[in-house]
Nanobody
């Protein structure tokens, strides 16, 4: 089992920045691909970013590319999502997830999920 707890959400104005953190506990953190997803009200959960177990390989949704940066610190069992140049359309609950397989953008292939943290961007 892997437990995931997100933090760092909040309310910011458009153009602002937030840094989300996801602390993992349980099994060996570096064995897991980590991902960030988000879900806005009335919409389906969507992929945001993913990072390999080593942290070397990353992938982003087109909607956040160039604005968001995913990283991880395996010594701290933590994955981060630095979000810059935030837009109102980034408003959502952000979830981190862990996958014990290859990197993927598909939510159903992630094995463990956090409870999410709210991000609200006002115009």
């Amino acid at each position: 089992q892997v437990q995931l707890v997100e933090s760092g959400g909040g309310s910011v104005q458009a153009g602002g920045s937030l840094r989300l953190s996801c602390k993992a506990s349980g099994r060996t953190f570096s064995n897991y691909v980590m991902g960030w997803f988000r879900q806005a009200p009335g919409k389906e959960r969507e992929f945001v970013s993913t990072i390999s177990g080593s942290g070397i390989t990353t992938y982003y949704a087109d909607s956040v590319k160039g604005r968001f940066t995913i990283s991880r610190d395996n010594a701290k069992n933590t994955v981060y999502l630095q979000m810059n140049s935030l837009k109102p359309e980034d408003t959502a609950v952000y979830y981190c997830a862990a996958a014990a397989r290859v990197m993927t953008t598909t939510s159903s292939r992630y094995d463990y999920w956090g409870r999410g943290t709210q991000v609200t961007v006002s115009s």
